[in-house]
């Protein structure tokens, strides 16, 4: 992958610190989270797993403002998130771009309605370098494979300079080795963007390479109905980019597997660095 471009001048926010207290939230009668404490601090990227239905979108949408919590607060940088928080940018599985505009425009989109032209201009300019789309700035959605449309969907929800990137299985829908180059070109726009990043993913192996914790989300075995709470938390080994053979990761991969119910058939060589919330 070729060196990720300098860093575009910046539009708005340093990264921020997120804080969830006692979260939680209903559709009718079904409870699908409950009690969800947890503190992200600044420019920390933080992982959730869990099964499919335990409410990891649902919690996105939380933080975003997207949709209001039954019960406690999220807060972003101290102040509570009543409505849809410009602090906020989400990027999700399908790129949603639009398709008769291009690329540029596209990315162009997420800039705040107050950006000056030029200044505009330059941003937009910076991004597309910094995801590697230069050479694709006059292109429409049909004419670029998916995984260029994910890295146009990325820089349109960085353009507005977020202090805090979420991000709903970005790439999911990618091949396997697309989806490892997009991992490792997300890690390059942390580098240059360092934005907080909360990330909903599937893939036990991503959540390993991209996050500082993860996070399990899941219903208590004994209490299915009260929803989903935070099952374990774990602090990943190791600097990013992490060496993807590591045997500490594989350990830990091997316990997250466990917790998710799926047997890992793994002899664990050492201690890993998790806790269980109190």
């Given at each position: 992958?070729?060196?990720?471009?300098?860093a575009p001048e910046r539009a708005?926010a340093a990264?921020?610190?997120?804080?969830?207290?006692?979260?939680?939230?209903?559709f009718?009668a079904?409870?699908?989270?409950?009690?969800?404490?947890l503190?992200?601090g600044?420019?920390?990227?933080?992982?959730?797993?869990?099964?499919?239905?335990?409410?990891?979108?649902?919690?996105?949408?939380?933080?975003?403002?997207?949709?209001?919590?039954?019960?406690?607060?999220?807060?972003?940088?101290?102040?509570?998130?009543?409505?849809?928080?410009q602090?906020?940018?989400?990027?999700?599985?399908?790129?949603?771009?639009?398709?008769?505009?291009?690329?540029?425009?596209?990315?162009?989109?997420?800039?705040?309605?107050?950006?000056?032209?030029?200044a505009?201009?330059?941003?937009?300019?910076?991004?597309?370098?910094?995801?590697?789309?230069t050479?694709?700035?006059?292109?429409?959605?049909?004419?670029i494979?998916?995984?260029?449309?994910?890295?146009?969907?990325?820089?349109?929800?960085?353009a507005?300079?977020?202090?805090?990137?979420l991000?709903?299985?970005?790439?999911?829908?990618?091949?396997?080795?697309?989806?490892?180059?997009m991992?490792?070109?997300?890690?390059?726009?942390h580098?240059?963007?360092?934005?907080t990043?909360?990330?909903?993913?599937?893939?036990v192996d991503?959540?390993?390479?991209l996050?500082?914790?993860?996070?399990?989300?899941?219903?208590?075995?004994?209490?299915?109905?009260?929803?989903?709470g935070?099952?374990?938390l774990?602090?990943?080994?190791?600097?990013?980019p992490?060496?993807?053979?590591?045997?500490?990761l594989?350990?830990l991969?091997?316990?997250l597997?466990?917790?998710?119910?799926?047997?890992?058939?793994?002899?664990?060589?050492?201690p890993?660095?998790?806790?269980?919330?109190?």
């Open positions: 992958m070729p060196a990720p471009a300098a708005l990264p921020l610190p997120l804080r969830l207290r006692g979260v939680g939230k209903r009718g079904r409870r699908v989270l409950t009690g969800i404490d503190e992200v600044a420019g920390e990227i933080v992982a959730l797993l869990g099964p499919s239905g335990c409410g990891k979108s649902t919690l996105l949408r939380l933080i975003a403002g997207l949709d209001h919590p039954d019960d406690g607060t999220a807060l972003i940088d101290g102040t509570a998130v009543a409505d849809v928080d602090r906020c940018a989400v990027a999700f599985q399908e790129p949603r771009l639009l398709p008769w505009r291009t690329v540029e425009r596209n990315v162009r989109l997420g800039l705040p309605r107050d950006t000056a032209g030029d505009g201009a330059a941003r937009v300019r910076g991004l597309i370098d910094l995801v590697q789309l050479d694709a700035t006059g292109l429409r959605p049909r004419q494979s998916g995984g260029m449309a994910q890295r146009a969907a990325l820089a349109r929800a960085l507005r300079g977020p202090g805090i990137l991000l709903d299985e970005p790439f999911g829908a990618l091949d396997a080795l697309t989806r490892l180059t991992q490792d070109l997300l890690l390059d726009i580098r240059t963007e360092p934005a990043i909360v990330l909903v993913t599937h893939d991503e959540a390993l390479a996050a500082d914790t993860v996070v399990v989300l899941g219903p208590d075995e004994e209490q299915p109905q009260a929803g989903s935070i099952r374990a774990h602090a990943v080994p190791g600097d990013r992490r060496d993807r053979t590591d045997a500490r594989a350990d991969r091997a316990e597997l466990e917790q998710l119910g799926v047997p890992s058939h793994h002899t664990h060589s050492t890993t660095p998790s806790k269980r919330p109190s």
